[in-house]
T-cell receptor, first 113, second 115 residues
């Protein structure tokens, strides 16, 4: 079975500050890992994903995440927060490609002036 | 590329009626689509996996007779909530597996309110 834990249901940062959203997973097989962003009353937009290969993956809007197998983590970062980054962020795992996703409970990011 | 649409975006219905939600992959063919349900301020819960031309696979605890899924073509899957009740009110989101086979692309969601 697979699972995802997102530490911190709410994260608040100042505009221009570093964004760090935490995600830890468990999986019985090599995982595929995803970060999605959701704006109010909208669907999910893919930010980035890790399948195989390079463990540091870059996504849209300046976000990146690093797969650390030893720590079973896939934390999302952005060097400088922008007001438009305020949204709900979901980490998800699937056991291999094409299989169903298991989502974390989400982290609401607030960006303050 | 990889755009998924849903229709309607919002629906209000009376208790006991049935509601159909459509999910379309606009610029790619999707042999597999997924249906999720999201309660306010909560995560997405997978309801079922829809495969073109075959019966959907439902997650444990999801009533297949209440949530009817039809994946009639490579670009369209429908979810019908039969005899809807207020507890079925939720945000329903579909996704389609993209060409790479790894990534799910999500629709904008449908807000269902049952009075």
């Amino acid at each position: 079975a697979q699972s995802v834990t997102q530490l911190g249901s709410h994260v608040s940062v100042s505009e221009g500050a570093l964004v760090l959203l935490r995600c830890n997973y468990s999986s019985s097989v090599p995982p595929y890992l995803f970060w999605y962003v959701q704006y109010p009353n909208q669907g999910l937009q893919l930010l980035l994903k890790y399948t195989t290969g390079a463990t540091l993956v870059k996504g849209i809007n300046g976000f990146e995440a690093e797969f650390k197998k030893s720590e079973t983590s896939f934390h999302l970062t952005k060097p400088s927060a922008h007001m438009s980054d305020a949204a709900e962020y979901f980490c998800a795992v699937s056991e291999g490609g094409g299989n169903k996703l298991t989502f974390g409970t989400g982290t609401q990011l607030k960006v303050e002036l | 590329g990889a755009v998924v649409s849903q229709h309607p975006s919002r629906v209000i219905c009376k208790s006991g009626t049935s509601v159909k939600i459509e999910c379309r992959s606009l610029d790619f063919q999707a042999t597999t689509m997924f249906w999720y349900r999201q309660f306010p301020k909560q995560s997405l819960m997978l309801m079922a996996t829809s495969n073109e031309g075959s019966k959907a696979t439902y997650e444990q605890g999801v009533e297949k007779d209440k949530f009817l899924i039809n994946h009639a073509s490579l670009t369209l899957s429908t979810l019908t909530v039969t005899s809807a009740h207020p507890e079925d009110s939720s945000f329903y989101i579909c996704s389609a597996r993209g060409r790479d086979g790894d990534t799910q692309y999500f629709g904008p969601g449908t807000r269902l309110t049952v009075l």
